[in-house]
């Protein structure tokens, strides 16, 4: 079956890069995704890469897909504290019903 | 900016009361979703929806119950609360045309004394 799973908590000095990791089982996946949530509110597209891409770049998140160990990583240039929150990784199987497995979150946390 | 709104925000309740959560898109997407979020932050689906009169369960067992009558309108019902139903609520919804982004409403936090 599907999985995704993810480190739960990362945490970076302001300035710094930081770098989420997510694995998958489903190697018939095809769009993969990162989701942003911020405390009280509910999910928001960050960015999405295509399962034939291996990097996607747009502004200070960079996505790398390394389909044959299936792992994707958000990397986040010059953290700020806006970005502290919880980064979700998802899925698309084309033939999952639930069309997105999401991982467990991870909780990002930018000290000044 | 996505137009998917739930209502209520927050919501404090007794044992044994019944409740709806409100979800309602303005994007006319046809499928859309109900998670709940577990304090360690994992989402479980356990509801979607495919359009009008299409409901299934999802992968985590439920006792709340949901209806699509109307597009737009997707609410969640518990008919008796309990303690063990106290968690956030995500509503979402996705146009099958895309790249299947689903769009989340805000969520219901929830809690059941």
């Known amino acids: 079956g599907e999985d995704v799973e993810q480190s739960l908590f990362l945490s970076v000095r302001e300035g710094d890069s930081s770098v989420i990791n997510c694995t998958y089982t489903?190697?018939?996946?095809?769009?993969l995704y990162w989701y942003k949530q911020e405390p009280g509110a509910g999910l928001q597209l960050l960015t999405y890469?295509?399962?034939?891409?291996d990097m996607k770049q747009d502004q200070r998140l960079t996505v790398l897909l390394n389909k044959k160990d299936k792992h994707l990583s958000l990397r986040i240039a010059d953290t700020q504290t806006g970005d502290s929150a919880i980064y979700f990784c998802?899925?698309?199987?084309?033939?999952?019903?639930?069309?997105?497995?999401f991982g467990s979150g991870t909780q990002l946390t930018v000290l000044p | 900016e996505a137009d998917i709104y739930q209502t209520p925000r927050y919501l404090v309740i007794g044992t044994g009361k019944k409740i709806t959560l409100e979800c309602s898109q303005t994007?006319?997407?046809?499928?859309m979703y109900w998670y709940q979020q577990d304090p360690g932050m994992e989402l479980h689906l356990i509801h979607y929806?495919?359009?009008?009169?299409?409901?299934e369960k999802g992968d985590l067992s439920s006792e709340s119950t949901v209806s699509r009558i109307r597009t737009e309108h997707f609410p969640l019902t518990l008919e008796s609360a309990r303690p063990s139903h106290t968690s956030q609520y995500l509503c979402?919804?996705?146009?099958?045309?895309?790249?299947?982004?689903?769009?989340f409403g805000p969520g219901t936090r929830l809690t059941v004394l």
């Open positions: 489903d190697s018939s996946s095809t769009y």
């Open positions: 979402a919804s996705s146009d099958p045309g895309s790249y299947n982004e689903q769009f």
């Open positions: 994007m006319g997407h046809d499928k």
């Open positions: 929806s495919y359009g009008v009169n299409s409901t």
């Open positions: 890469i295509f399962s034939n891409m």
């Open positions: 998802a899925e698309r199987s084309p033939g999952s019903a639930r069309q997105l497995t």
